[in-house]
């Protein structure tokens, strides 16, 4: 299921990156990598503030539809 539907507070685990190798690039820069744990903190108008690896990342729904738990 893709990032987006998971609620706050929730840690799940990343199964898969969608998308083009450059979006993939970048999502793993900021950390979001296949095995890595990432904690929904809150969701605001669809858009996911989100914990990994100790950072907190704002995401928009577009970016975070791409990450699949």
């Given at each position: 299921?893709p990032?987006?539907?998971?609620?706050?507070?929730?840690?799940?685990s990343?199964?898969?990156?969608?998308?083009?190798?450059?979006?993939?690039?970048?999502l793993?820069?900021?950390?979001?990598?296949?095995?890595?744990y990432?904690?929904?903190?809150a969701?605001?108008a669809?858009?996911?503030?989100l914990?990994?690896?100790g950072s907190?990342?704002?995401?928009?729904?577009a970016?975070?539809?791409?990450?699949?738990?």
């Amino acid at each position: 299921m893709p990032l987006t539907m998971a609620l706050p507070g929730e840690k799940m685990s990343i199964k898969k990156i969608t998308g083009k190798d450059d979006t993939k690039r970048h999502l793993e820069s900021l950390g979001f990598i296949v095995g890595e744990y990432v904690t929904v903190v809150a969701e605001l108008a669809g858009n996911l503030i989100l914990n990994v690896k100790g950072s907190r990342i704002a995401l928009d729904k577009a970016m975070a539809h791409r990450i699949i738990i």
